[in-house]
């Protein structure tokens, strides 16, 4: 994959790095969305497809992205497919600092130390290229104003934005109201985002940690069916896990 266009993942982390601050917002829950984006941009690139609510690999050559390789190897390694909410709810903590190490390393952003308090040493990061933050949030705002049905990365992206709660972020206040509607609706338009998204949202919720019931010889497609096939659950790392971490990160705040 050549580096001749930005992937979900170094989008999503643009979009929620304060230029003013050099910290990103919503950083509990930022670490899920990376770990979503990852598994559209993987789609995106045919190596892995949706199976239910599931993800499987179809295509375990590497893309030439070492953060994405390394997710598709994991993918690799389980041989069968993985409910999507439980792989994005798993123990691969850390992936905010990836990602910020990333995109310093391609030359996108700078890292900035400083202290906290005026005691704690962190680090804060800014964008190289503003216009390229600039495009992106473009691209988000057209898609909100025209109502025309964005292309199926900006479609993912919006999804994942509004996922991790960055919508007021992007568009605070009262009179941001109507656009973060909007930006929540943009979610129908990539089923692979879609998927995702209501996974990120359903291990912030707890919903990964709960075991599904299914009643006898039904699916999900019988009464009571859910979103997604309903499978029995496997024994899978709790949402909280990743919660957790999250909030014990270095680095950026």
Known sequence: MGRSRRTIPEELLLLALDPA?????????????????????LALAGRIAPDGDRIAVV???????????????????????VRAVHWIGGPRLGLRQTYLTHLERC????AVSSQMCGVLPTTRYQATDTAVSREIRARLD?????????DPRTAALAALAHAVGLGKHLYPGNEGRSSRSRLRDLIRHDPMGGLVAHA???VQNGVA????????GRGA???GGGRAAARPAAPQPLAGQA???????????
């Open 21 to 41: 601050t050099g910290t990103t917002a919503q950083p509990q829950s930022l670490d899920l969305g990376l770990a979503g984006a990852q598994l559209v941009e």
């Open 59 to 81: 295509l375990p050559r590497p893309t030439g992205d070492p953060t994405l390789d390394s997710a598709l190897e994991l993918l690799r390694r389980r041989g069968s497919p």
């Open 107 to 110: 030359g996108m952003v700078h």
């Open 142 to 150: 057209n898609a909100i104003r025209t109502g025309v049905p964005p």
């Open 200 to 202: 990120v949202m359903d």
């Open 209 to 216: 940690a709960q075991p599904r019931r299914t009643a006898p």
């Open 221 to 223: 497609g019988g009464p």
């Open 243 to 253: 919660r957790r971490g999250g909030m014990a990160r270095a680095g950026a705040h």
